[in-house]
């Protein structure tokens, strides 16, 4: 069975700095593109961040410059290193995973459960 299992939240104050990781665990054959979504009071889910198996990323425009997405290839494991926070940072953010089981087999999309992050002075 696969899990995604995320970590880091919690409570910051403006311009502080967090960091969330997302463990991936079970039998897995390879960990396609990874990456963390958001979702705050009131609003859609929306892409944060995302990196590919070959460590391309790309991010939102709200966070670039503030926000690095990587991962541990070893580890199974992508982290979202978030600094300069601001208050429309405030939301649940979720990690994704695309897995596959077997080579050249089909790519199932993998959620976690979310962890809350809070901007608040």
């Known amino acids: 069975q696969v899990q995604l299992v995320e970590s880091g939240g919690g409570l910051v104050q403006p311009g502080g700095s967090l960091r969330l990781s997302c463990a991936v665990s079970g039998s897995i054959f390879s960990i396609n593109t990874m990456g963390w979504y958001r979702q705050a009071p009131g609003k859609q889910r929306e892409l944060v961040a995302g990196?590919?198996?070959?460590?391309?990323?790309n991010y939102d425009d709200s966070v670039k410059g503030r926000f690095t997405i990587s991962r541990d290839t070893a580890k199974n494991t992508v982290y979202l290193q978030m600094n300069s926070l601001k208050p429309e940072d405030t939301a649940v953010y979720y990690c994704?995973?695309?897995?596959?089981?077997?080579?050249?087999?089909?790519?199932?999309?993998?959620w976690g459960q979310g962890t809350q992050v809070t901007v608040s002075s």
């Open positions: 990196i590919t198996s070959g460590g391309s990323t």
């Open positions: 994704n995973a695309d897995i596959s089981f077997a080579d050249h087999g089909p790519v199932y999309r993998y």
